[in-house]
């Protein structure tokens, strides 16, 4: 009964390769976030669809990609991988971007060697 | 946009005694603004929020309480216990269509025994 779920938990790779995580959500919400955190914590919206239209893109290089295949996953493809992309990426979810509660999947703790 | 502020970043508090968190924020026209709890190794849980048109919150231990005049809200935990540690993060959000939830800095609170 996990509400959003990422996949995978832990992902560890070289520098230079291409890497996806998945999230899906069975809420039913219609707006799904990714956001990272960095090894101070730091929580930084990436990136937002609502109903697989991308809505929020912030200042992210485009090695990142994230894709919407229908409201209830997404997910994010990063290219080229460098150490500094090294850190926790959380997926999250909410019913409606003016309503603000948004629900947190476990995250995804990436390491690039 | 917006930017969040958030005290102390560290805080030991007897088990028992009362915690304080407070944040601070510069757009005026934000007008939600949720608490998450962050355990070790999970995704930030979502454990009250606010909204512009209320002064004060309280769900059993927490409250919630914000100055809209100040621009600023703090999250107070009273009769702390050992699950209580963990790192809080406050945020706030302009209620504009795709407006994001910027969040603050953290607070790793540590309950001793």
């Known amino acids: 009964d996990t509400a959003v779920s990422q996949t995978p938990k832990y992902l560890v790779t070289q520098m230079g390769n291409d890497k996806s995580i998945k999230c899906e959500q069975n809420?039913?919400?219609?707006?799904m976030y990714w956001y990272k955190q960095d090894s101070k914590k730091f929580l930084k919206i990436m990136f937002s669809y609502n109903n697989k239209e991308l809505i929020i893109n912030e200042t992210v290089p485009n090695r990142f990609s994230p894709k919407s295949p229908d409201k209830a996953h997404l997910n994010l493809h990063i290219n080229s991988l460098e150490l500094g992309d090294s850190a926790v990426y959380f997926c999250a979810s909410s019913q409606d971007p003016s309503l603000g509660r948004e629900f947190f999947g476990p995250g995804t703790r990436l390491t690039v060697l | 946009g917006e930017n969040v502020e958030q005290h102390p970043s560290t805080l030991s508090v007897q088990e028992g005694d009362s915690a304080v968190i407070k944040c601070t924020y510069s757009d005026s026209a934000s007008n939600y603004f949720p608490w998450y709890k962050q355990e070790l190794g999970k995704g930030p849980q979502l454990i009250i929020d606010?909204?512009?048109?209320?002064g004060e919150k309280k769900d059993q231990r927490i409250a919630v309480t914000l100055n809209k005049t100040a621009k600023h809200f703090s999250l107070h935990i009273t009769e702390t216990q050992p699950e209580d540690s963990a790192v809080y993060f406050c945020a706030a959000r302009p209620p504009f269509g795709n407006e994001k939830l910027t969040f603050g800095t953290g607070t790793r609170l540590t309950i001793i025994p």
């Open positions: 809420l039913g919400h219609d707006t």
């Open positions: 606010i909204r512009s048109n209320v």
